[in-house]
């Protein structure tokens, strides 16, 4: 990611952040399942049964894990989108080539269609189906990714070419 280079930088880095959310969506289902498995395994042995210090807190930890991943991808989500807007608004460029960032983003919105179909085809999976449920908020934005890639396209296409209404060069 850069902040400061070429003209079309901004949407290699909507589709870098379109590819490190659905890595990270995969990863924080993928961990859980595995913290479950590994929980339930534990827990079986004497010293971190229920009744112990240590059962508990496995337990604890097992309970809270979704919820503290789920608002970690939204804290990325939205960081993401503060970067973009940010980053866009160093981007000198002119308004000719407005045309040119729509076709860009048409092309970065078909990739991320794929990878959020991609994502649904991978949480209906048996194993994970019941894991990926702990995840609302980060389950809601990976089905809604096109929409949200199209947000995040137009806040940067309207930072770099309306920062000159605004007072910039450009």
Known sequence: MVFKGRKG????????IGVILFGAAVVFVFVSMVNNQITTELMSYDEFNASTVQGQMLSHWDGVMPATFDNMFMIMFILFWVFIIVSSLFVDSNPIFLIISIVLLI????????????YETFIMEDDLFTFSAGFPKMNFVMEHLVLFMVFIGLSGIIAIYGKNALGGTG
């Open 9 to 16: 930088q901004t949407f290699l880095d909507i589709l870098i």
């Open 107 to 118: 092309i970065i919105l078909s990739v991320m269609g794929v990878m959020s179909n991609t």
